[in-house]
């Protein structure tokens, strides 16, 4: 399975930006879908967006359409999710994932692999 690695969280405040990053051993992210997933305390993990091999994305719409972007980059086995205007309600843990290409993405018990998540948090 593979091993990935999260960074880029923190304490940030309403309105800001932050970009996380994770990093895939090298083919991973070429191979793989790749997804974001998050989990606040007391709720379940929510899938916030993911990025095909093939390059299409998909998100969480009723709550980061619009404002968070997922990409890629190959060469650097690397995805990365840019959160702008974030809110206290984007407070949590979150996971990036890889799943077999063709499951599905917003699902994720779709997901082989995961890495031990970045903390977000979001003062108002």
């Known amino acids: 399975q593979a091993q990935l690695e999260e960074s880029g969280g923190g304490l940030v405040q309403a309105g800001d930006s932050l970009r996380l990053t994770c990093k895939a051993p090298?083919?991973?992210?070429?191979?793989?879908?790749m997804g974001w997933f998050r989990q606040a305390p007391g709720k379940e993990r929510e899938f916030v967006a993911a990025?095909?091999?093939?390059?299409?994305?998909?998100y969480n719409e009723d709550s980061v359409k619009g404002r968070f972007t997922i990409s890629r980059d190959n060469a650097k086995s690397t995805v990365y999710l840019q959160m702008n205007s974030l809110k206290p309600e984007d407070t949590g843990v979150y996971y990036c994932?890889?799943?077999?290409?063709?499951?599905?993405?917003?699902?994720?018990?779709?997901?082989?692999?995961w890495g031990l998540g970045t903390q977000v948090t979001v003062s108002s």
């Open positions: 994932a890889a799943a077999q290409p063709g499951d599905p993405a917003k699902v994720a018990s779709s997901y082989v692999s």
């Open positions: 090298p083919r991973t992210v070429m191979w793989y879908t």
């Open positions: 990025i095909s091999r093939s390059g299409p994305t998909t």
